[in-house]
């Protein structure tokens, strides 16, 4: 089994987050580095559709991972057996979510050289990220369809900082009476502005087009 | 449409929430009413499965519901229709977590008069809820079966501090490769002595495993 490098993040001493997330950002921008924030509930499939796009992208682009977890590296070592790339993982300590300041944490120990595209997997929670600016470039949400198309309701601020919303486990729609539509007009209530990408990760339809908005994303932050 | 009452929950003063909590936990016992803390992801199932088990439970106990959501009635309002008993819905103003105080803010506005049991439903997240003691007798928490069985090594206290895991939609555990087995292990790991009651909410199955769970927790309850 692969061994991963592990991360004990510590808790911010930085008051301000906001201004520390812009200067995260403008320095990745600098560095030309795309930083994707990944959030979502606990089991929404995050890493296995973290696998398969990158196993799309990872000759195009050269990218890492950095994976938020409360505790265990299941992930980190699932992700870096799966794809070869660079993965680390980090230890939030109990903390539900990551700022600025841990995530430079983590982008310190992954080493920024070279690399095009680094992608955090923040802590599963809809609540507590979404009110935390960790300095991405953008930041993405996976829902999945057993948790139902009414979530943009009930999370709405996690809705509204996404720049796209993916969703997952489309192959099971049936059974749970998923509405797509309703789930799509949900999301635009929240944000208008959001994409909606409906994959399934399980039998990998519809992952080459996130991993495609992705591939545009980090070529448009590059060349702007 | 039912309507149901919504109370604003304002951020408590209490500084040490541990005594808070005995204080209210040892009220509701003065009083003969038992609180249960339900705790889950976003889309477990949580709202399904307490109407059916308030279905099977309210001929021979006076039951009523506080619904804590970050925003939106939806569930308050369909679980009044539903069932029939009273139903408040607590906003949270984004807050992740209910606490002591903020529990007793809601206990205020439903009236514990003649009540056996309260059952609120907390913030759906697997994180910050599980640290914060909200006064209640118990706590129970749902996890769902397309989450995945290796929750419990993700999400450590949450599974600490239950007294009871539902496990939810087992009707799609084959499609979802759901290891009920390695689920009960992992759990046993974080806190070997949870119960563990296998459900299907919508087919209904184990259900009655869960109301009679809770049925003698509530007798108990008042006669000890």
Redesign the interface.
């Known amino acids: 089994m692969d061994t991963v490098k592990v991360i004990e993040i510590k808790k911010s001493v930085f008051e301000d987050n906001d201004r520390d997330a812009d200067r995260l950002r403008a320095e990745l921008k600098g560095k030309g580095v795309y930083l994707l924030n990944l959030m979502s509930?606990?089991?929404s499939g995050k890493t296995t559709t973290l696998i398969k796009t990158i196993n799309l992208l990872k000759e195009k682009l050269r990218i890492a991972v950095m994976e938020a977890?409360?505790?265990?590296d299941?992930?980190a070592v699932k992700i870096k057996e799966a794809t070869g790339i660079d993965t680390i993982q980090l230890h939030t300590g109990?903390m539900?979510h990551l700022d600025a300041e841990m995530t430079r944490q983590g982008l310190d120990n992954i080493g920024l050289e070279g690399l095009d595209l680094v992608i955090l997997e923040n802590?599963?929670?809809?609540?507590?990220p979404a009110?935390f600016d960790t300095g991405a470039s953008r930041n993405a949400m996976i829902l999945?369809?057993?948790?139902?198309d009414?979530?943009p309701?009930?999370?709405?601020?996690m809705f509204s900082v996404c720049d796209v919303v993916v969703i997952n486990?489309m192959d099971?729609a049936a059974?749970?009476d998923f509405d797509l539509a309703k789930c799509r007009a949900n999301i635009a209530m929240r944000n208008p502005k959001a994409e909606v990408i409906p994959i399934s990760a399980k039998t990998g339809e519809g992952v080459e087009l996130f991993a495609e908005w992705l591939l545009n994303e980090v070529n448009n932050w590059k060349n702007k």
């Open positions: 509930s606990p089991g977890d409360i505790d265990s299941v992930d109990g539900c802590v599963g929670n809809l609540v507590c009110e999945s369809v057993p948790e139902g009414d979530k309701l009930k999370y709405p601020l486990k099971a059974l749970f």
